[in-house]
């Protein structure tokens, strides 16, 4: 299941495992894998949120972009929601 997938790949990323941006389009890859497969309309807004946060990620931050401590706190933020629905 692909949204197993990504709750483990988002775990990984809070954990310090990987943060680089090739971690960021792993993750954005497996969003479009998730949304082929069909999302809960429940889910929309918060999966485009965070295609919306990868699409913005350096991990040194900088202009109009996010860094890894804002990004761990988003994804520690949804990993539970994310969770709840398998």
Do not use: N
Not at 51 to 74: A, F, N, T, V, W
């Amino acid at each position: 299941m692909i949204l197993l997938v990504l709750i483990d790949h988002l775990q990984k990323f809070t954990y310090g495992g990987d943060t680089s941006i090739q971690w960021a389009k792993d993750a954005e890859s497996l969003l479009d894998d998730l949304t082929d497969e069909g999302v809960s309309h429940d889910l929309e807004d918060l999966l485009d949120h965070l295609q919306d946060k990868l699409c913005i990620y350096s991990p040194s931050g900088g202009d109009h972009l996010i860094d890894e401590r804002m990004m761990k706190s988003y994804c520690q933020k949804i990993i539970p929601i994310l969770q709840s629905k398998l």
